[in-house]
Each structure stands twice: as C-alpha cells, then as structure tokens.
C-alpha cells in the first residue's frame, strides 16, 4: 500500500516517513521544502518537491504511486508567528488544504489523516479537555486548522471519503534511533530552545510569563513524544483501512507539565545549567492545555510507549548534538 505524506521533510512528517517504512509501507512525500530539509527524508520514500495545492502535480502523484491513503502534515505552525501573519496562515493551511482536498477526491483517495491541533479549543482550564469541549480557538494559526477539520467533515458527509483528524499537543523528542528530529532553523518550541541553551547554541531561554493562573505560574502543556505521536497515525491508518468511521482525536497523554518543570527538566537531564530569564507572557499562549486521552485509545488501540519527560528530553538533546555535529560538517 502506498501512502502519500505531504510535509514529510519536516519534524513530524519525517518521523512518519521513517514509522511507515518500518511497518513496510511505500511511501511518497509531497514538501516545498520551505522549511523541511531533504536530508531528513528517509532515501527509502519517493520526495517530490511542490506544493500541495497544486492538483495537476497531486493527481499525478496519486495516480502514479498508486496512493491509497494521505497523512497530510504541511503547514505552518508557529502560534505568534500567525498572530503577525493572519492571512498568511490561512493561505497556507486552509487554502491549500481546501485545494489539496479537493484534487484528493477528484483522484479517488479515500482515506486522509490529517495534522489538528490542540490550539482549536483555546482557553481551557488546567483540567484535560476532552474532544466534544466547545472550539474557541484563540489564534490564527488554531483557527486555521480548525477550518480544515471542518471541510474534512463537510466533503466526508459528501464524498466518499473517511478521515481521522489528530488535534496534537505538544510534540517533542527525536526518534530513539538518532535518524530523525526537530531540525527547523530559529524554532521557537520550548524543549527544542532548552536543548539548544543546554548545548550553548543559544545565549539562554526567556520564560514566556510568570503570572498565569497555574501552580507555579507558567504555562502547563501535554508533552508528547514524537514517535508515539506517529505511531497513533499509523493506529488511524490501520484504524481506516479495516472500515472505521471518520474521528477527531485527542494526541497527547493525559498530563501536563509546566514551563519551569520542563526548563529544570532538560538542566537536570543535559546535567548544564544555563541562563533563564523571566519575559512577558507571549501572545496568543492559553494558560494550559491538556489532553483528555481516553478516546484515541479506545478507538485506535493506540498505547504510547515513551511518556516520559526525561525520555522526551534525552532523545531532544541527544538529536541536538547529533544536529551540531551536522552543521559542523
Ligand atoms: N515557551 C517559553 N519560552 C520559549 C518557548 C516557549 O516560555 O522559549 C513557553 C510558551 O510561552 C508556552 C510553552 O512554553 O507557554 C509551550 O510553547 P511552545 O511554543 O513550545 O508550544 P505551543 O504550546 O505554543 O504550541
């Protein structure tokens, strides 16, 4: 079976590249490259270079590989930087999802997992939010996503069409074998930016508010390993594949943790103490948001196997050096 990954030369979606390999799929990525890398993706997976709204090329590609299913990751997706960029955010993320989706059916595939977002609630309270929680997102970029689930749902009423949309938490980690992680130049991610003050890449790391309504103040986020991250959407794919009905999922593990846990977190773990300092609150950030987890479990199966934090951080740091010693090259 050949899977289409768009995306695949990013974070994420080199680490599904690297997840459907193992579990002996073929896979062919559709990427821009506009902020993934070539190198990241696997020599095993076709790369094609372009854009995802582009139809004549993603008809080409379905007919082509044969593709049966899409898990569909390209977008941007750093929350300030749609506070700036609004209509750029929803050029990138609902418009060319709307064009992708579109060219998806006209060629015949019936099976989408698409990359959601923990952002499309917004406010929430430190308790886990549950998926039939009221949508309120709070930024561009949340909003951005959240239209896209809402056309999923929409053109699956229409079409002949079963998707699984995953509202992610917060991804972090490297695959535990060193061949993928967070790669993105200037990455704005809390335990990316800690690796990096841990290994002296950058001066220090500013904590974005002190005075949130949480226990020590600072934000509280559901850390969720990247490689169990992936392993729920091979669960979807699967999940699909055997006629399931089109779901909204919750990613992440059901904890939170906060910014000061997880900055003394990567100090304890790197063994480094470096420079902290204490910053406004960023804009656009809810207080906390947590997974309610149960329903992606029962409904694809899915048992994540490194919810750990100090697991989480090592394999960050450990692909922080490994990257430092790329660049060095
Ligand atoms: N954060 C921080 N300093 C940084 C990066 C992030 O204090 O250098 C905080 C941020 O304000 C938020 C939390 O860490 O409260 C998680 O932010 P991140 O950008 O990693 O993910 P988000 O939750 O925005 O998707």
Redesign the pocket.
Request: net charge neutral; with cysteine; aromatic share 6%.
């Given at each position: 079976m050949a899977v289409l990954v768009t995306g695949g030369a990013g974070y994420i979606g080199s680490h599904m590249v690297l997840a459907l390999l193992d579990a002996d799929f073929e896979v062919v990525v559709l990427d821009d490259l506009s902020t993934g890398f070539d190198w990241l993706v696997h020599p095993e997976a076709a790369l094609v270079r372009g854009d995802v709204a582009d139809a004549a090329l993603v008809r080409g590609i379905v007919e082509r590989y044969d593709i049966e299913a899409v898990v569909h990751f390209a977008a941007r997706i750093v929350?300030p930087e749609s506070v700036i960029d609004p209509l750029g955010y929803y050029h990138a993320n609902t418009a060319k999802s709307r064009a992708f989706l579109e060219a998806l059916i006209a060629a015949g595939v019936r099976q989408i997992i698409f990359s959601s977002t923990a952002?499309v609630y917004g406010m929430v309270g430190c308790d886990p939010v549950h998926e039939d929680a009221a949508l309120a997102p709070i930024s561009p970029y949340g909003r951005s996503k959240l239209m896209t689930e809402w056309m999923l749902l929409d053109a699956a009423m229409a079409h002949p069409l079963k998707y699984v949309a995953l509202r992610y938490f917060?991804v972090a980690g490297a695959d535990p074998a060193g061949r993928a992680g967070q790669s993105t130049r200037a990455a704005?991610?809390?335990?990316k930016?800690a690796a990096e003050a841990a290994l002296g890449k950058r001066a220090g790391?500013?904590?974005?508010?002190t005075d949130y309504p949480t226990p020590d103040g600072?934000?509280l986020?559901d850390y969720i390993h990247v490689t169990d991250l992936v392993a729920a959407h091979l669960d979807a794919l699967r999940y699909l594949r055997t006629g399931g009905a089109s779901r909204v999922l919750n990613c992440g593990y059901g904890w939170g943790y906060s910014?000061r846990e997880v900055v003394d977190t990567v100090k304890r773990v790197s063994g480094i103490d470096f420079p902290v300092r204490i910053c406004p609150r960023?804009v656009g950030?809810p207080p906390a948001i947590v997974a309610g987890a149960q329903c992606i479990r029962s409904d694809l199966g899915w048992s994540p196997k490194l919810a750990d934090l100090d697991v989480i951080v090592a394999h960050a740091l450990s692909w922080e050096r490994q990257l430092g010693e790329r660049n060095r090259m």
């Open positions: 929350v952002a917060n704005t991610h809390l335990i930016v790391l500013d904590i974005f508010g600072t934000c986020r910014v960023r950030d």
